[in-house]
């Protein structure tokens, strides 16, 4: 099973962007969305589970991003708005063949990842 990303790019400040990851092969039970930035830590952004009633967003990034899914084409999609120079990062998809419950935020969990996309804000 792969994982297609795609929607990163440049955008200014204040801008918005909204990535897309659709699996290839058999459905998950739960996808995510991580992003590493520079010299940083790869990071929980936001989750959601298959049949898209459960959702968590990373407490900082609340307000800004949302996740959601088509279950129709069984595609993810993380919608960033308000976009600022720190969210610049390689954004990943993620997703677990497992039911992940409270471990939603822990990428050790997930089985399976995308190649990642850029996401540059600046001006």
């Known amino acids: 099973a792969q994982l297609i990303e795609s929607g990163g790019g440049l955008v200014q400040p204040g801008g918005s962007l909204r990535l897309s990851c659709a699996p290839s092969?058999?459905?998950?039970?739960?996808y995510a969305w991580f992003r590493q930035g520079p010299q940083s830590e790869r990071e929980f952004v936001a989750a959601?589970?298959?049949?898209?009633?459960?959702?968590y967003v990373a407490h900082s990034l609340e307000g800004r991003f949302a996740i959601s899914r088509d279950i129709a084409n069984n595609t993810a999609y993380l919608q960033m708005n308000n976009l600022k120079p720190e969210d610049t990062a390689v954004y990943y998809c993620?997703?677990?063949?497992?039911?992940?419950?409270?471990?939603?935020?822990?990428?050790?969990?997930?089985?399976?990842w995308g190649q990642g996309t850029q996401v540059t804000v600046s001006s």
């Open positions: 092969g058999p459905r998950f039970e739960h």
């Open positions: 959601i589970d298959r049949s898209a009633v459960t959702r």
């Open positions: 993620a997703a677990s063949k497992y039911f992940l419950g409270s471990y939603y935020s822990d990428r050790g969990k997930y089985t399976t």
